[in-house]
């Protein structure tokens, strides 16, 4: 099982800044997924990401996946205080077996 | 449908004690998986299904812990003689079918407190 490194750990910014989020594998991902997290709930998903390369767009978040997909990022543009929650990249094809594998996250803060 | 539904949401038991907990996945979804959730970071795998079949478990899932799925629709994890590092978030996620890229649905948890 590879190990999904995200980074910042911690990200506290103020309204209307934007903000890049990374994740990084060891290894090269056959997809990945993006979730966000708001405290009291389950990961809910925002984006799957598949081919080298490939860029998605949610309204004010940008999803690239790298060209060699061993990373992908999150960009959000203007962030808002609804954006507050952990982000969290998952491959959901680990080890021979159809299940999603969760990052270390990233906490982010939008301070209004 | 209502989505996974977790139960209980909050269970605070006494260091020793064996504690259940119930995941009812979303109708028809053949794969559930159980997580486990530490304060700020991101969701450890335990364990998963495909029907009724459990596939994988992880290393984190000791001997204390039991996972069934008796007829490939709710499942439930049995922690034994609980100990304050099993303090957590379980998670339950389900997803449908054999395709790969398929999001996984989760539910709110069950919050665990080892007192």
């Known amino acids: 099982t590879q190990l999904l490194e995200q980074s910042p750990q911690f990200l506290s910014i103020q309204e209307g800044e934007n903000l890049t989020v990374y994740c990084n594998s060891s290894?090269?991902?056959?997809?990945l997924q993006w979730y966000r997290q708001e405290p009291g709930e389950g990961p809910v998903l925002l984006v799957t990401v598949v081919t080298g390369g490939e860029v998605k767009k949610l309204k004010r978040l940008t999803f690239q996946f790298g060209d060699a997909r061993k990373d992908s990022s999150l960009h959000i543009t203007a962030a808002q205080p609804g954006d507050t929650g952990l982000y969290l990249c998952?491959?959901?094809?680990?080890?021979?077996?159809?299940?999603?594998?969760f990052g270390t996250g990233t906490k982010l803060q939008v301070i209004p | 449908d209502t989505g996974v539904s977790q139960n209980p949401r909050h269970k605070i038991t006494k260091r020793g004690q064996n504690v259940t907990f119930r995941c009812d996945p979303i109708?028809?979804?053949?794969?559930l998986y159980w997580y486990r959730q530490t304060l700020g970071q991101g969701p450890e795998f335990l364990t998963y299904?495909?029907?009724?079949?459990?596939?994988?478990k992880s290393r984190l899932l000791s001997d204390r812990f039991s996972a069934e799925r008796p007829k490939g629709s709710f499942s439930t994890l049995e922690i034994q003689r609980t100990e304050q590092g099993d303090s957590a978030m379980y998670l339950c996620a389900s997803s449908p079918g054999q395709t790969r890229n398929t999001e996984a649905f989760f539910g709110q948890g069950t919050r665990l407190t080892v007192v």
């Open positions: 998952a491959e959901d094809y680990s080890g021979g077996y159809q299940k999603v594998t």
């Open positions: 109708s028809e979804h053949n794969r």
């Open positions: 290894s090269v991902f056959s997809s």
């Open positions: 299904f495909q029907n009724e079949a459990q596939l994988e």
